[in-house]
């Protein structure tokens, strides 16, 4: 198959635009490194790691051990909670504006909705103290649902862009309907889970009909707005992998019929379902966590799609350029998550996931386990703000069950900052914040 360029694929996909944000991970470390608060000894505890320790083991209070880090480090209380809330802020944001939802997906995982809505007054105040540089806005529901007081999605774009006019905003929703106003003004991207090729596909999946109206959004939104990328995401799991060959051919008629600029900003990204965070321990390399069937079924129709691209140029051109098609392994079980080493998580220094009830999480997987909550952003105020912050370098130190490279899925991030390729730092793409 064909290589070619693609600006699209350097700006959703290339993984060393997180050395983007490598001076707020520095300032953190200076900040973590000055209370103690980053463990480097790994045969003993200091008093500042003792203490944070024993706070999310529930064997402190959140005031004790403040005082204990402050006295083992000579400084006062104050001093360390003024810290602690200077780290609050944070890289990207994915903001779950919303749990509602119109659709009903099977393995969604946030099966546990909250069913809360994030007030719309409040968001202000959470976004200039979250100060992002780049924020997704989706939900544990559809953000197309949000609705508050009269104000909508719409309303939440504006108010984002207002609060912060220079963060990047991206928007992952199932476009079941495309809402009125200028929101689509102010993203940098939007992408649009389809996951089939057929209406009765979706249907079984999404347990609504809504497959055409989304096809047909997913076409007005490149055609009539002005949103720099539009994707069509494909979650590849046992009830649409055998349409992945149908599915690239119905969106590859849909692209060649977009005038040349339009397609341009078009991407498909193509991703394997993961299992539950409970059951990542058991899925290693070469485990299969989806039936052997299911695997065969993938690597038959990626061959399928492999073989028209070598007798179909135009075909290839689009899939090198406008896809990640070429992400799906065949050589190994497509859906088991590879590892990749790390000592420290630099991915919680970064990125947040902000729930609808405002429970903050360092990943999405993570959600799910209300244990592995840092805080609780609506609560707000100074304190909670430094609860978090400090929150940030239990997660840092790797000490959660599953702060380790079999479980975690965003373990790409620390190995790449702990073990860079100086020649690809050098080519991220600059001014993008995005993962």
């Not at 944070?52 to 001093?79: H, P, W, Y």
């Not at 602690?84 to 997906?105: K, N, P, R, W």
């Not at 909670?384 to 912050?389: Q, S």
């Amino acid at each position: 198959m064909a290589k070619h360029s693609s600006s699209v694929n350097q700006i959703l996909r290339n993984p060393y635009r997180v050395f983007n944000h490598i001076d707020l991970i520095k300032g953190k470390i200076t900040i973590g490194q000055r209370w103690g608060l980053i463990q480097q000894d790994l045969t003993k505890a200091s008093e500042p790691l003792a203490a944070m320790q024993s706070f999310f083991e529930k064997e402190l209070c959140l005031a004790d051990v403040f005082g204990l880090i402050a006295t083992a480090n000579g400084r006062s209380a104050d001093a360390l909670i003024g810290d602690m809330e200077s780290v609050y802020a944070t890289g990207q944001v994915e903001l779950h504006i919303t749990d509602l939802c119109d659709l009903d997906c099977i393995n969604c995982h946030y099966k546990h909705k909250s069913g809360a809505t994030i007030a719309f007054d409040i968001l202000p105040t959470m976004l200039a103290s979250l100060a992002p540089r780049a924020l997704t806005i989706t939900g544990g529901g559809e953000p197309n649902c949000y609705s508050c007081h009269g104000k909508t999605l719409n309303d939440v774009v504006l108010l984002v862009h207002r609060v912060l006019p220079n963060t990047q905003i991206g928007l992952i929703n199932n476009n079941t309907r495309l809402l009125p106003g200028s929101w689509y003004d102010h993203l940098a991207w939007q992408r649009t889970s389809v996951d089939a090729a057929t209406p009765q596909t979706y249907r079984l999946i999404k347990q609504i009909d809504l497959y055409d109206q989304v096809v047909q959004n997913v076409e007005l939104l490149l055609l009539s707005k002005r949103v720099p990328h539009v994707g069509v995401g494909f979650l590849y799991r046992p009830e649409n992998v055998g349409e992945i060959a149908e599915f690239l051919d119905g969106w590859f008629f849909r692209f060649q019929r977009l005038p040349p600029d339009v397609q341009q900003r078009f991407n498909i990204q193509f991703r394997p379902i993961a299992p539950p965070i409970q059951q990542a321990a058991a899925v290693t390399v070469g485990a299969n966590y989806l039936p052997t069937q299911v695997v065969s079924i993938l690597r038959k129709q990626v061959q399928e799609v492999a073989l028209r691209a070598q007798h179909d140029e135009m075909f290839a051109r689009f899939l090198d350029s406008f896809t990640n098609f070429g992400s799906i392994p065949i050589d190994r079980d497509p859906f088991a998550h590879v590892p990749s080493q790390f000592t420290k998580c630099y991915n919680t220094l970064i990125h947040r996931v902000v729930r609808a009830n405002g429970d903050e999480f360092p990943d999405f997987l993570l959600c799910e386990l209300q244990e592995c909550a840092l805080g609780n952003t609506i609560r707000g105020g100074s304190l909670e703000r430094a609860r978090i912050g400090l929150a940030q370098f239990h997660y840092h130190n790797c000490v959660t069950p599953f702060c380790n490279p079999d479980s975690c899925r965003q373990s790409w991030v620390s190995s790449i900052i702990e073990h860079p390729d100086e020649a690809r730092v050098a080519l991220r793409p600059m001014g993008n914040y995005f993962f």
